[in-house]
Every structure is written in structure tokens, then in C-alpha cells.
């Protein structure tokens, strides 16, 4: 463990246990904003504090009267740098709210402006318990416990911190031959539709919008497995491609009804289904919290042989990075 | 006035000031969600109470721990028939909150799962005042006036009363031409992305799922402005269609950032843009709570050329309606 990490955690965790706490707020743009979401879900099924998602800018500029001194604001960006997310981070304080932020970078702006900040590792080598979503929910479970001490959130602790890379590896390695198959059958679509519900709907969001849009430049639209009836489903045709997403929890089962219909009249679905992921380690009363993090590293599997197959690799970009916008 | 619609809404609005609040769902499905969702968007400005939406099956099944007998729960179904939103309707009432739901049909299960019941007239012949955004409009300012009084709130409901109609009759004819020649012109296009923020944002979302998918078979995807740089913008490119929706209030500044950078690499955005909109009788100080109805009539008579010239009627479906699901 990094003892580092273990002690801007504990830091962060005290803050919100010294304060009397009337909302929380989830604050990043595009894929950090998907990565926070999840922690969002918890929240919801497990504490009556009420708790909202919104994009950095939309946050700003909305600037929901809600938030206050009585707000925690939970803020991520990768780089740091993202300067809708540092500005929310420093409107947010300037309510008074109590900030949190989570950055690979230390000392970059969204660093310094968060009162509380927690660092990740990154990159091929980087360890899940210390990684953006091993952070995360070590400071979500961190703060149901300490809020309402239960075995159950110590035991969500314990299996980030010491299962939770293995899992990760046994899937990737289960998934493997799957990751191709679907590379090589799905290089030619112009279009691929994503779908899932709950705890996994941000992912279908993440996977849409950066590796699909961003990094293949493949046109997507991530559906909820539950709107999909009242309106999407009438795209579906045989040639059409969906990536479902299907969760172990509460919300399955609207994602089983998506799937019954769907599979009825696309040929063309892939189903990323977590009934079938080795969860050995994770204590079983919060698999439900965890399969999303598992499916997201299996998907980012198949997003990496898409790219291959494509030729197109994930790192391109036409327009990010490489000009003022 | 219709007079038993006055009545609804005075019973429900004095039903919610008898209580305390602790919160306020919006539920419903597909574009009766999307129809509700202006109205979080308000009450998040202008209240401190953490209101929130749920489309009904996500809301059953996540069943938010913060909903209880402190809770307002607000539901739509356009029919009234809709199963989960029935289903979302008995559950909040189930957990103690006060219910109230939106229909065109009277004496339905919605209907008679509701303890507050609004009817609002529907159809070619209905009044702006009296039909589901009119009926919301009137309600959720009527609840604000209520609990903060302000000649503001008095304003904007007497806005919906004498004025509303007309601005959306005014406006679809001042949009006429652009319509027809939006029809002609995108009648070819396999996919239509939608861009807003804001307020602005659900409209873009259910003219991609309701009208676009749903009625068009046309591929789409909403996209929220302030996202749009954060993934979404590398599928730009000359000839992928953007339709931005540009509103007036606090957001623009998102929607000009999206509309400026999408214009150097598109050739095909349709802009519609509330600053353009005749809103004489909307009072000046809540217009940019209104302009996004306007532009929905606006997008509605776009959709309604698109269709006729792509000889496809917005009545046509494959599957809903058509059989079990």
C-alpha cells in the first residue's frame, strides 16, 4: 500500500466526518466525470444524503443554490489540468463547500485548488487499489464507514485493497479471445451503439463518448437499458451493433429486457455480461458495486484490439491537444 | 382557463406546502422524462432543495435511500398506461411521499396511482396554458410562489396563462421556411447528432431519442455542449450533421464554446437559436426558462418536414405498440 495514498485518504475522510453534510456533488467532465458516477450510485442506495452528477461547466454555470457550507464536492481530473473542473473546484469552495479532488498530477492547478487531494497511479504498471477507481471507492466506502460503521463498507475496503488488481487481471486474461474476436468482427461499423442501467450506465457513457467517439472516431450513443423502450429501440434492425452491458445487482433486470428484445432483431450484439466475471476476492454483499470497475477493464480490452484491427490507435486525436477550442 | 385544471394544480400546490421537503424527484420515461426534466433544472436554481431525475424503471430499482416521507415525487406519463411509470408512482407512495403525476388520460392507472392528479389537453387544438409543459410550468412556479413568494414566480406562471400560446404560434411561423428547408436538405442523413446544455439539454435529448430514433429510424445521440470537448468532438467532421440548440440565460456560454469550435469542421449544423425567438409576453426575467419550449415547437415543425420529405411519418413504428416488450 502507498502510505501516501493512505493518508491523504484518512485526511479527506475526517473532513467530511467534522462536517454536518446536506448534499454531495460529483464534479468532471467526460471520462472523469464517468469514473466519479458510480460512487454517485452508492451513495444513493446506501445513505439518504441526496448527491448529484454534473459536468464541470454545466455545474459552474448553473450554479445549483443548493450548494453551500454544507456541500461536499468530490471533483477528478487526470491531468489536473482540466480548466472547467479546477474553476468548479474553486466556485465550489468559494461556497464554502468542503472539496475534495482526485488528479494523477500532483501540484497541478486542480491540486491546488481542492482543499483535500488525492493522488492515483496511472500507466500499465499502476497497482487497482491505487489507480483512479481504487482511490475512489477506498474514499466512498471510507466515508460510509466512518458516517455509519458497518461491516459491510470495511469489508468494500478491504477487497479494493486487497483483491481488486487480481480481479482485474484474471478477467482481462479471461476475456482475452473474446477482445479480438471482437476487434476483428466489428472493425468496419460506422456506428456501435452502447447500453447498460444502474451502477454500469457511465460506463456505457465513457466507453461511447472517449473510446468510441473520441479514440476510433466511431459515431456512438450510450442508451439506458431502461429509455431504451421508450424510443431507441426503434433503430434496431439487423445490421445495427449494441455493446450491452449487463450488471449483477438491483438493475439487471432491465438489462435482461433490453437484451431479450434486442438480440430478438440485431444480429449484431455484444454482450458484456458480469454474471459471467470471476469476482473471487470481492466481498459478496457489494459485487454489485464492483462488476461495473471489472466490465470497464474488460471493455477497455476490446477498445484496445478495435483499434488494432482498425489500424487507428487509441492515442490519435485530430482536434484534442492540438489546437485552442 | 380550463377550471378543473386550475383546480388540480391549486390541490397539489397546497398539498406540497403542507409538507416539509426534504426533496423532489422527477420520474417518468423516455420524452415525458425529458418533458419533466426543465423543471429540475429551475428548481435547482432557484431553491435550495436537491431535486433530482430518474427515468421510472432506474428509480424502482436503484430506490434512492434519500426518498421518503419528506419526498415530493413528480411522474408523467403521457397516457397514463405507461408500466413503470405506474409501478415508479405506487412505489414513491409506498415509501410515504406526496405524488403527484402529469397525464392526458384521465381515470388511467397513473392516474389512479397518484394521491395529486393534473390532466393537460393534448392534440393540435390545445392551448399552450393546458397542455403538459403548460400544466408543469404552472405547477412547479406555482409551487415556488408559494413557498418563496415573488412577484418573479407571479410572472412567470401569468406568462404561461395569457402569453405562452401564442409566442409558440408566432414562432413556428417565423420558422416555417427554415423547417421545410431543414427537411429538404438533412432528408438523406443516416445520423443527426443534437448538442444543447442547460435547461436546453432534455430537448436535445428526446428529439434524439423521440423524434430522430423513435419516429425517423435516424441515428442520433444528444451530446451535452459542455461534454461535446471531452470526447464527442472527434466525430466532427464536414459532413456529420449537428443540430445546437442555443439558449439565452446562464448556459450560452457552453452552447457558443460547442457552436464555435463545431462550425470550423462542420458543413451541416442547423442552429437553432433561442436569441432569434420572438418571446413578447414572456416575462424578461424567466425568458431563458422559456426559450427552451420554444425551440421544442420549433424542433417539433423541423421533425414534421423531415418526415414528409423523407415520405416517413413521425405515427410509423416497427416494434412499439406492435407487440410485447
Known amino acids: 500500500m502507498n502510505q501516501e495514498h493512505a493518508q491523504q485518504l484518512k485526511a479527506a475522510i475526517e473532513a467530511v466526518k467534522s462536517r454536518e453534510i446536506g448534499n454531495i456533488y460529483f464534479v468532471a467532465c467526460g471520462g472523469s466525470m464517468a469514473t466519479l458516477t458510480p460512487a454517485q450510485y452508492i451513495l444513493d442506495r446506501e445513505i439518504d444524503i441526496p448527491s448529484a452528477v454534473y459536468s464541470s461547466n454545466e455545474f459552474i ?18 491531468s489536473g489540468n482540466t480548466p472547467e473542473t479546477v474553476e468548479a473546484t474553486e466556485f465550489a469552495r468559494s461556497k464554502g463547500a468542503l472539496t475534495i479532488s482526485l488528479s494523477h498530477l500532483v501540484d497541478s492547478p486542480l491540486w491546488n485548488a481542492a482543499e483535500y487531494r488525492l493522488h492515483y497511479d496511472w500507466g500499465t504498471e499502476a497497482r487497482a ?6 482511490i475512489l471507492y477506498r474514499l466512498i ?10 461491516e459491510k463498507y470495511a469489508r468494500a475496503v478491504a477487497s479494493v485493497e ?3 488488481h487480481d480481479v ?6 479471461n476475456t482475452l479471445e473474446a477482445a479480438k474476436a471482437f476487434g476483428s468482427d466489428y472493425k468496419r461499423e460506422p456506428i456501435i451503439y452502447t447500453m447498460a442501467s444502474g451502477i454500469n450506465y457511465s460506463l456505457a457513457y465513457s466507453f461511447a463518448i472517449c473510446l468510441l467517439q473520441e479514440m476510433q472516431w466511431i459515431h456512438s450513443s450510450a442508451i439506458h ?3 431504451y423502450f421508450h424510443g431507441p429501440f426503434e433503430v434496431t434492425d439487423y445490421d445495427v451493433p449494441f455493446i450491452i ?14 437484451h431479450d428484445f434486442c438480440q430478438k432483431f440485431s444480429d449484431k450484439i455484444v454482450l458484456i455480461d458480469a454474471e459471467t466475471f470471476d469476482m473471487e476476492g470481492i466481498s459478496a454483499e457489494v459485487r454489485n458495486y464492483f462488476a461495473n ?12 484490439y478495435l483499434s488494432e484491427f482498425r489500424g487507428h490507435p487509441l492515442s490519435v486525436r485530430r482536434y484534442m491537444w492540438k489546437m485552442d477550442y
Open 61 to 78: 454555470l448553473r450554479s445549483p443554490k443548493a450548494l453551500n457550507d454544507k456541500s461536499v464536492v468530490i471533483s477528478c481530473s487526470h
Open 129 to 134: 487499489e491505487e489507480n483512479n477507481y481504487g
Open 141 to 150: 466506502f471510507g466515508i460510509l464507514n466512518t458516517l455509519y460503521p458497518n
Open 162 to 164: 486487497t483483491s481488486l
Open 168 to 173: 482485474f487481471e484474471r478477467n482481462k486474461a
Open 225 to 227: 437499458a431502461g429509455e
Open 245 to 258: 452491458i449487463k450488471g449483477i445487482g438491483e438493475t439487471r433486470l432491465m438489462d435482461d429486457r433490453a
Open 293 to 304: 470497475l471489472v466490465a470497464g477493464v474488460v471493455l477497455r480490452q476490446y477498445a484496445q
